[in-house]
């Protein structure tokens, strides 16, 4: 019995170790300073933003009388009717981008030869070009583009390697296919929000080292850029987080070493991989991008030590904070002032590199 203990022990703390000094990575907390962050908003949030925090907690009440199994179709369905999709200003357009399904945003007027590659985001296992048109639109509008909305394969159903792989391919195919058929780009942008600010982050990095043509700039909105659940704020902001907190607090009960190995097992790749996690990759060498970030938000520290880090490394970034907006607040101009203002803000970045 004594043997088998000695054992059993031995196997816990190689496994503790093998997640501790393998899978979780290089400590980051060097970039945990403030450097290059530029505060918007101070004030208090407007009363639009409390009706937006309300309606969560609707949603966040609805999932609790929810048998676990139905939750995920639940908020699928949640995402998707969000916003009522009544725009006749708007072009939208079913497209095939090389095998990935996908759709083309055109705002009234827009150059089509100009592109936008959009990356929805939803935690990898939700959301679509449907769910996300209140962000396509307006991106379309204020970069003066053709967006392509890019519907990528979604988790569980399909590795996380396979939603990688198909917006790989989507920004490929950008580069040369518009609205109306083959035609060079003139410019090339790239977005995306929360999992789909991580899939832009990680795109950004890759198009770099495969030598194909940079976009003109990027843009993430609370990005996810860490798979190691290594960011101190995902804990010290769960209670002021409205959005991300109910859903994923059970997540910080569970230790760490846990999660690791859970991402592993689901992956079949470090969680620490840059791919999977684009703040621990060479940030050297990309292009002009700008993030957003609520300082309130479980994913504030992500962007954080993101953009110090490239910042560090060379890279010309600018970080804008707001202070008390919810996770992605910018879908849901026009509506939120703040999502205005962002915009804005997004508007100018995007003109300013063209």
């Not at 202070?323 to 849901?332: A, K, L, S």
Request: glycine share 6%; proline share 7%; net charge neutral.
């Amino acid at each position: 019995m004594t043997e088998i203990l000695l054992w059993a022990l031995a196997l816990v703390v190689a496994l503790w170790a093998i997640g501790a000094f393998y899978l979780q990575g290089a400590d980051l907390s060097a970039f945990d300073q403030s450097v290059g962050q530029r505060h918007l908003i101070d004030a208090a949030p407007s009363a639009a933003h409390q009706a937006v925090v309300a309606s969560l907690g609707g949603i966040a009440a609805t999932l609790k009388s929810t048998p676990r199994k139905q939750q995920l179709a639940l908020l699928r369905n949640y995402m998707d009717n969000l916003f009522p999709d009544s725009d006749p200003t708007t072009r939208l357009i079913a497209v095939d981008a090389a095998g990935v399904p996908a759709e083309w945003v055109l705002a009234a007027g827009v150059d089509s030869r100009r592109r936008l590659l959009y990356i929805h985001g939803g935690a990898y296992t939700m959301g679509s070009p449907k769910s996300h048109r209140r962000l396509t639109r307006k991106f379309s509008e204020v970069a003066n583009a053709a967006v392509l909305a890019v519907d990528y394969r979604l988790m569980p159903e399909h590795p996380r390697m396979a939603g990688i792989e198909d917006c790989r391919t989507a920004y490929r195919w950008l580069l040369d296919h518009g609205p109306a058929g083959p035609e060079a780009a003139s410019a090339i942008f790239v977005a995306g929000d929360s999992a789909g600010g991580n899939l832009t982050l990680s795109l950004i990095a890759w198009v770099r080292d495969q030598g194909l043509r940079a976009p003109n700039a990027a843009v993430a909105l609370s990005p996810a850029t860490d798979a190691s659940f290594g960011s101190p704020s995902l804990k010290r902001n769960l209670s002021t987080d409205p959005m991300l907190g109910p859903l994923f607090k059970p997540l910080t009960r569970i230790p760490r070493t846990v999660l690791l190995w859970a991402t592993w097992l689901q992956n079949r790749q470090r969680p620490s991989d840059p791919v999977l996690s684009p703040v621990f990759g060479d940030l050297s060498g990309l292009p002009p991008l700008l993030v957003h970030a609520s300082e309130s938000e479980m994913l504030y520290d992500d962007s954080r030590r993101y953009v110090n880090k490239a910042m560090a490394a060379g890279s010309p970034v600018t970080f804008q904070t707001w202070r008390h907006m919810v996770h992605v607040w910018q879908i849901y101009h026009p509506d939120l002032p703040e999502g205005q203002e962002a915009f804005e803000e997004i508007g100018k970045f995007l003109r300013a590199h063209s």
